[in-house]
């Protein structure tokens, strides 16, 4: 009876032990990474498994719909939650993140550990990494390069009856437009058009109300125009710049795609809707992100050879709209030394080579100047360029009033037809200036 | 009560304890029982909503507390009762609210009327009947969107099936969009105006129709004299319910529409969770909420006095 209880006694402490010793573990040696759930988010899950391996730290995963991305995250960032030790959020959060201290600023760590910040793509460091902007305070490792393309059907476009008609129609030959006129005659010749027994049209284009899918959209035309926010010499005045004849020739120039060369219905679209569109057979062509290219070129209906890729057409100047996020601490999270330590892991130049293999998009130059690098995949090549004419969005703190107001005007404007393309600027530019003023910026 | 107290303290045995509950009056009493609901009241709902006042008169961003909160007066006040924007939200709103209300009392009582006269199988249509108005009005909204799809939705194509509609999209399209919310709605909570229609219809004793028989009244008359009169305050009952609900209509609206084609369908309380939770003006969006607030309680206190003078008749 005695040695019995010698032995119970014995199990319960090595039960104990084993409970405590564990949960120790289990705090020390898990992180949790926030993302959006989509392709490059189970690359990186993929990816991770090899720091895990080398660390020894779990990797746990939180990914949320798009849809449900920025509501979630920055509620999250806003009530000082503990949920995410490591955040790859949008560029625009950074303004925000950096004044209300929800990042990690990341000078001290790359000083100590040498990672060197300059062996990123420089316009991914200017608009991850940095705030206020071009400063050399960091606060983000550029994770996820990305800016606004296009997909294309080349098994029709092959077509020689096709190619036939469209050079008798319009004079030139049927192939990645040029331009964004270019881009209309496409969207034109494919609107309504009967291809193997089905009706198609021409293009998915950003529609989207809710969120940013239109300010994506429209951005991408007006970059192409030239298109300033403000003056250069006199920041956060935007008379003459936002509405500035070009810009309102660009904004009159989607509203007309939209009216000609949209599936009909596709007054609410953004990232998942076009990709429906496009590989459901719908369109022949459609805006979407350099991120959802792998995925494309992958798929079993409209991969491999049926599809193309083009970067952002130009009309008066080469640009795209930037899209990607960057990879930052949060400053609320438990374990702020392990994020960091991925964080140095991720950096390396070996690591940054695998995750574009798995189909992240690198922002290392380690992987982007590789000679080889445009012949490693059917769109890296225009990746490349897109990259290098990249223009963001605003990125101040109040960059979410900014946002929705611009989602309200041009969503006005160009689905629901109301005023013109000038008075829609105009009132834009009431909207932001009241925005600046609240925030003592003019 | 004070009976109860005192038996209390006597199971408790003498002390001082009990001789302090014995001097209790009644009033002491009765105010130790109600003060806990009065404390979660005063939390839960009386602070909150002084707090909300006290925010409307600020510029506080509560995504932002480190930026300096100024008293900005009457400003967003000012700024919400002078935009062009609010009253188009509120003119949606109003569309909303006027014509779901119209549809679903018509609707809902001559469903109810129908439903009441128990022909073979009463029970069955009414059981699927109401079926709608069980399901999440976020699910409703996004199965719609599908439905009312231009190409694959089955809407379309019922429409096109009796008159030769060609493509149109209903939540699309500025003139069509309204509509479109309209229906969903009137079809998820017609059942919800019947059920309450069909209440007051069963409540109507059947001698009165048995008196007007005698009396050689017609249809039409027991209708207006007895049926309409009779039933008058369950459908007041419904349109002030479903009145004060769509007021505040959010989640289904969104999720068919997005507030959109632009701005067409975005109600007050759509635009106004996009300045507090989106925006994070919390103290313009804390102005705009008082302004509802006062809206709905101003006139839904209206409405209640006329349905108890109908009561009353």
Sequence with gaps: MHSLKKGVFAAALIAALAMFSGGAAKAQGELTLCWAAWDPANALRELSKDFTAESGVKMNFEFVPWTNFADRFLNELNSRGK?????????????????????????????????????????????YSTWPKGTPNYWVLPAMGDALGWIYRKDWFSKPELQAEFKQKNGYDLGVPKNWDQLMDIGKFFQGREIDGKKRYGLAIYTERGSEG????????MYAWGMRYDDPKNPYHMEGFLNSADTVEALEFYKELYDCCTPPGHSDAYMVANLDAYKSGQVAVQMNWFAFMPGIYKDEDVG???????VNPAQKVEASTLGGQGISVVSYSDKRDLALQYIKWFAQDEVQKKWWSLGGYSASRAVLDDPNFPNTAPFAADFLKAMNGVKDFWQEPAYADLLLSMQKRVHDYVVAGKGTAKEALDKLIKDWTETFEEEGLL | MRGVAVALAADQGAGSGVAKVRHMSDRTIAWIFIAPTIVLLLAINIFPLLWTVYLSFTNF??????????????????????SEDVWEYLQATAHFVGWTMFFQVVLGFGLAWLINRQFRGHAIWTTIIVLPMMLSPAVVGVFWTYLFQPQAGIFNYIVNFFIDAGDFTMIGDVDLAPWAIVLVDT???TPFVMLICLAGLRSIPDYIYEAAEVDRASQWRQFWTITLPMVMPFLMLAVLFRGIENFKMFDM???????????TTELASINLKRAAFEKWKTGYSSAFAVILFVTVFGVANIYVKVLNKVKQR
């Excluded at chain 1, 990042?103 to 000083?111: E, G, T």
């Excluded at chain 1, 239109?214 to 035309?221: F, N």
């Excluded at chain 1, 491999?304 to 083009?310: D, P, T």
């Excluded at chain 2, 609206?253 to 701005?263: A, F, K, N, Y």
């Design chain 1, 83 to 127: 949920l995410c030790d490591l955040m790859i959020g949008d560029s625009q959060w950074l303004g925000t993140a950096a004044t209300e201290g929800h990042y990690v600023k990341l000078n001290d760590f790359f000083d100590k550990e040498g990672i060197d910040i300059n062996s990123f793509l420089p316009a991914t460091v200017y608009a």
């Design chain 2, 253 to 263: 609206v969104v999720e068919l529409t997005s507030g959109g084609p632009g701005s």
């Design chain 2, 187 to 189: 079809w998820m909570w």
């Design chain 2, 61 to 82: 961003k509560a995504n932002r507390p480190s930026r300096v909160v100024e008293w900005v007066g009457t400003r967003n006040y000012e700024r919400i009762l002078g």
């Design chain 1, 304 to 310: 491999g050879e049926k599809s193309g890729f083009f």
């Design chain 1, 214 to 221: 239109i300010t994506m959209g429209v951005t991408s035309a």
